[in-house]
């Protein structure tokens, strides 16, 4: 093996390792469940890997991961399979929690799974991962109207959701 090819997997190794929690992170609040959320991640960073020979032509890696991640969850959506849900026995305990043991963070995840894929990457593009309209709208591939327009109306849809939750 060449040295430059040495130093290319230890690039991509290194990129792997650094980023990973971050893109679980952002898979978490776009899947809202953590196992879906590693296999998202799992099957980004091989895509990411599997692509090295590419990321050696690429400017930003990490831009390059991020648009893998999203598009891979928005291509999961439009799978037939992940309309079916599977439910085991519910456990006799449970307790149904009142309005005033709601956790917002689980209020705000729960909203953000009833958007659509579209609205939530892009929220979680804008807003988890601080990008800027312009990036965001490069990462999506869409239009910065677009983006604009799935922001304010993802954010309308969570902030009556919230409000709903804590009257």
Known sequence: MRQTDADADAALHAFVEGRRTALFRSACLLCGDRDEAEDLVQTTLVKVVLGGRRLQRLDNVEAYARKTLVNTFIA??????????AYGELPDNVQPLTDTEADTGLVVRAALARLSPKQ????????????????????????????KSHAARGLAALRAEVQEAFV
């Open 120 to 147: 939530r990457a892009v929220l979680v593009l804008r807003y988890w991962e601080d990008l800027s309209v312009s990036a965001t709208a490069e990462v999506l591939s869409m239009r910065e109207n677009t983006v």
């Open 76 to 85: 999961s959506r439009r799978r037939f399979w992940r309309r079916e849900q």
